[in-house]
């Protein structure tokens, strides 16, 4: 290459040592002359460029190889060229150059190329009998150089140092001059590497301390203890391991306070070793830690249960890596031996580390979830966001109901589980603990869920509920049409009593004069639950309204209402076309005792609607009584087969309201039910019978797999009260295994005739 040809780069002066005897890298440097930016001009420099070869090469051969890398790297201006590296170069560095012809035409860039080249490759006496007698001088060469200029760790022991310049302080020096004054003692070199134990990095840190540890022991000792103490992990072993043998009352002492103090159990368990060495050994225990790690598993069950057994909670740190085991069982034991040993930073670390499989972190979070501390919302947190959905529903009702604060952000999180029943959870969690910023996630997951719009409104009022009268009525106005709404229907819980606030009966008479067809709906849900006679008439004015989301509400205003006409109004609406209203009027007629109402609602029990159905059951039994028993038995029998399991219920306590022998055959089936509150309600309503046939029905509860229906079945026979139900009690407690039941079975048995 031409020098006309040189690369233009940015002036770059590397900071680095490439021993060339010793390049642990296998890295190898050549050098050329690249023009480049020096200040404001270009300037020519030798720049190096490194090249991989064996690690294994002989001084000679590194120049030889150095010199024919170049050659080749050049070409044509280096055909001439030579270099002879004589025999004895070990011992003398001296090498003999020619240049030839051909570099004539470029002699100050060949020249320089090849001095540096050399010199480099460890030539200590380049000859060039061609252009001068005398070896070269560093000042004969054309062009400049980028040379080697390392750090003072990178020249001492056990690296060996090749051509170059060290930076000791704020001055440069030869780097075979700076080892042969640490070797021989020199109190300024011993003192700047004295120093590099104070290095911002680690790495430089870790390196000093062996070189340090070999100094005089009144330089090295009070040098190297502070070490211990220090937070990267490589430079505290790296101390530890300088200690070893050693006598010293103060590196005892050190080693000593790092048992007690360090949480790491690895260093804890090499200070240890180091202390059981010097015969002390009242910190045996850690040498367990070490167990841990040991290929037999043997070794390693037995380790875990002595520290598990130990009562040492930092024991539980040096467990947590057995956590990751291959063997399962031993990961299980570990994990007891942690919960049992009860040290809250092993189970918070537990719970903060990812890498650790997902039923450890939420064992360690059920732990932390049962304490009082701070600790106990970060084992609710993890369990709301990441535990399974029953852990997760446990986690929010327990934020809920211990007022955990800290964790209702995370309850507002699981707002959005693709999980119904933790959404449900959620919600009704943040109805309880009434904290105004759950307003919006719950507006917003009513918007995405439109299944769990009840649940979500429900909450909201609740919120609502706590919050003051004047918060209240500002959100009435929120820009977000849910909340609105929302609030609209909640400001009836302040105007409750016998004397309603006029401000909320303003407002809400004011809202439901609005164009907004849902802020006209939630202002007529509020006014039908406050109790004013001014209140109920304005509704009843509405009465005849075309929306029927309005009529609903005056007929659950009427039907709690003092009006004379109060019963006509609610049989009118029993023929009302919405469902919604009618079933209203239904649920009012009911509570107000209005059995005339009767002879339309017979006509109702077989409604398709379930909740009209469950309506119109509950009305006949409390309205009919034991008087309308006969009229309603074919109804009350039909619905003893209704695919709802509340109309169910309420059918089979009607029927049951008047003894008759067909009675029980007819709740036997019921007494079977997919349902189980059917089945105990079935249980309960034949044990109030006092029928001896109930007997038999009863009995074959008994033998069903669910315990708290056995429960119930001892019970119903109980309240028969008579001797018949003694038999199916006694062959029960012949067969029954679980002692709970068989001493509430004799319980039972004790109390009948």
Same mark, same amino acid.
């Given at each position: ?56 090469? @002989? ?160 330089? %090295? ?42 949480? $790491? ?38 380790? #875990? ?16 890596? =057995? ?6 069982? #031993? ?57 399974? @959905? ?107 009593? $016998? ?7 303003? &407002? ?26 001014? &209140? ?17 509400? &005056?007929?659950?205003? =009427? ?28 649920? +009012? ?122 429960? %119930? %079945?001892?019970?119903?026979? +109980? ?20 002692? $709970? ?13």
């Amino acid at each position: 290459m031409r020098h006309s040809e040189a690369r233009h780069v940015p002036l770059v002066i590397a900071l680095l040592l490439v021993s060339a005897s010793a390049a642990a890298d296998t890295s190898y440097v050549f050098y050329t002359v690249e023009s480049v930016r020096w200040g404001t001009g270009d300037h020519q420099l030798c720049l190096p460029r490194t090249y991989p070869s064996s690690p294994e090469l @002989t001084p000679a051969a590194i120049v030889s190889e150095a010199f024919q890398r170049l050659k080749s790297f050049r070409g044509s201006l280096y055909n001439d060229a030579n270099v002879n590296v004589g025999g004895d170069f070990g011992s003398s560095g001296s090498v003999e150059a020619t240049l030839g012809a051909a570099a004539q035409a470029e002699l100050a860039v060949v020249l320089s190329e090849v001095y540096w080249t050399l010199k480099a490759a460890g030539a200590r006496e380049i000859r060039l009998p061609e252009l001068k007698k005398e070896p070269l001088s560093d000042s004969d060469v054309p062009f400049g150089v980028a040379g080697f200029v390392a750090q003072l760790w990178q020249v001492l022991p056990p690296a060996t140092p090749g051509n170059g310049l060290v930076r000791v302080g704020a001055t440069l020096e030869s780097a075979t001059t700076v080892r042969q004054k640490f070797e021989t003692g020199d109190k300024n070199i011993v003192a700047a590497v004295v120093a590099l134990l104070k290095s911002p990095a680690p790495f430089v840190r870790q390196k000093a301390v062996p070189v340090v540890a070999k100094l005089a022991t009144a330089t %090295a000792e009070p040098a190297l203890i502070p070490l211990l103490k220090d937070p990267d992990m490589g430079v505290k072993k790296a101390a530890l391991a300088t200690f070893e043998g050693s006598k010293s009352k103060k590196v005892h002492d050190a080693l000593e306070h790092m048992v007690q103090t360090d949480p $790491d159990p690895t260093v804890k368990s090499l200070a240890v070793k180091l202390l059981n060495a010097a015969g002390i050994t009242k910190y045996q225990v850690f040498v367990l830690f070490e167990k841990l790690k040991d290929p037999d598993e043997g070794v390693v069950r037995d380790a #875990i249960e002595k520290l598990g057994k130990g009562g040492k909670p930092e024991a539980a740190l040096a467990l947590i890596e =057995v956590l990751g085991h291959k063997n399962t069982q #031993i990961q299980d034991m570990a994990m007891k031996a942690i919960v049992a040993l009860g040290s809250t930073p092993a189970l918070v670390k537990i719970v903060d580390d990812d890498k650790i499989a997902p039923k450890f972190r939420a064992d360690a979070a059920k732990v932390l979830a049962k304490g009082s501390a701070d600790e106990a919302d970060k084992g609710l947190a993890y369990l709301a966001k990441s535990g399974s @959905t029953a852990e997760q529903i446990s986690a929010i009702e327990d934020v809920a109901k211990r007022r955990r604060y800290k964790v209702v952000a995370d309850v507002i999180g699981a707002l959005g589980s693709a999980d119904p029943t933790v959404r449900a959870a959620a919600a009704k969690a943040l109805g309880e603990i009434k904290d105004s910023k759950s307003l919006q996630p719950l507006a917003d997951a009513m918007k995405k869920n439109p299944s769990d719009v009840t649940l979500m409104e429900a909450a909201v009022i609740a919120i609502f509920g706590g919050l003051s009268l004047d918060e209240v009525i500002k959100t009435s106005d929120s820009p977000d049409p849910a909340l609105t709404q929302l609030a609209v229907k909640s400001l009836a819980k302040f105007a409750e009593g $016998d004397r309603p606030n006029p401000r909320v009966i303003e &407002v809400l008479k004011k809202k439901l004069g609005d164009a907004d067809k849902d802020l006209r709906r939630s202002a007529a849900f509020a006014l039908a639950r406050i109790n004013d006679p001014g &209140v109920v008439q304005s509704l009843v004015a509405l009465k005849a309204d075309s929306d029927a989301t309005i009529r609903e509400q &005056v007929a659950t205003a =009427v039907a709690k209402s003092k009006l004379p006409d109060a019963d006509a109004i609610l049989q009118t609406y029993l023929d009302d076309t919405d469902l919604g209203t009618r079933r209203a009027a239904v649920d +009012g007629l009911r509570e107000r005792k209005v059995k005339a109402a009767l002879a339309k609602l017979r006509f109702l029990y077989k409604h398709p609607d379930e909740k009209m159905r469950r309506s119109v059951c509950l009305a006949l039994v409390e309205l009919g009584g034991v008087e309308a028993w006969d009229a309603h038995f074919q109804m009350y029998s039909e619905l003893l087969f209704d695919q709802s399991p509340e109309v169910k219920m309420c059918a089979a306590r009607g029927i049951g309201g008047r003894r008759d022998a067909r009675v029980p055959g007819l709740l036997q089936s019921l007494v079977s039910d997919s349902n189980t509150e059917v089945q105990k309600t079935a249980l309960e309503v034949l044990g109030k019978t006092g029928d001896p046939a109930a007997v038999e029905a009863i009995a074959m509860a008994l033998t069903d797999a669910k315990k708290d229906i056995k429960i %119930a %079945a001892l019970e119903a026979l +109980g309240s028969l009260k008579i001797e018949a139900a003694k038999k199916p009690i006694m062959e029960f407690v012949k067969n029954e295994s679980d002692k $709970d039941l068989v001493k509430r079975a004799n319980a039972v048995f004790d109390t009948l005739p």
